[in-house]
């Protein structure tokens, strides 16, 4: 494993960290550097590559269950455990987000297949990231004006459930997972850093469950000559992820949705330009 590939690894880790959970499209942005940089060695087979992609995929969802590290431990009732006090009774419930990962959950599980047959080629990420781009700016110029919630504990079942079924949309490669959630919340009431913050939240345990399984399916990929590839770009996942989200979280109630609109809208046209 020479220098240069370390540096790529560290590279593609930094563009899944920045990209996975702001509402930019993750698939767009590995769309650009996939051709350019997985392909480049001999040992990265299609395969291998893939591996590599859950890899760092999981080390965005550490910064994630680090930043809210502590939602986590209140809805898993370890309070004692982990902070030697009583379980916080109130606010956001772990059944909130299991109604909000259930539709997305389902469709997923049924059309996972016929999505990564059928779906995941350019031209349907293209369409993804404008669409999605143009749902962010009706929810930016169309939803209240006034948010009704101001903070994830306010969220009731049936806005958990919504946002859940909005979520369905981002199984189209490119429409972005957090892009479609924060959104729908946005559309619903909620604040975009409630929004937010619930996206956040119910994209772990869906993403790490999705993760999981891929990586049972490719431990025979975990070589020895891929080991310090994966590892660098686990590593430059998580660290660039925890900083990308803490900044997101800062900034998100201010600046809102459309200038991640129009990112994604330049984007689409810089992969429309490269590939066609």
Known sequence: MDFLMLLKAIILGLVEGITEFAPVSSTGHMIIVDDMWLQSKEFLTKPIANTFKVVIQLGSIL??????RNRFIDMLGLNRLFKGTEQHTQGLKLSQVIVGLIPAGVLGVLFEDYID??????????????????????????????????????????????????????????????????????????????????????????????????LVKNLEYFTMDAMPFFIAGFI????????????????INKIKLVPFAIYRIVLAAVIYIVYF
Request: aromatic residues 12%; contains cysteine.
């Open 63 to 68: 910064a994630v269950v680090i930043v809210f």
């Open 117 to 214: 047959e059928r779906l995941f080629s350019i031209s349907t990420v293209l369409i993804g990231l404008v669409i999605g781009a143009v749902f962010m700016i009706i929810a930016d110029v169309f939803g209240p004006k006034k948010a009704k919630i101001d903070s994830v504990d306010q969220i009731t079942y049936r806005q958990a459930l919504t946002i859940g079924l909005i979520q369905c949309f981002s199984l189209w490669p490119g429409f972005s997972r957090s892009g479609s959630t924060i959104s729908g919340g946005v559309l619903l009431g909620l604040s975009h850093r409630a929004a937010a913050d619930f996206t956040f939240i119910m994209a772990v345990p869906i993403m790490a469950g999705a993760s999981f399984l891929s």
């Open 236 to 251: 430059s996942a998580f660290i660039f992820a925890l900083i990308s989200i803490r900044f997101f979280l800062k900034l």
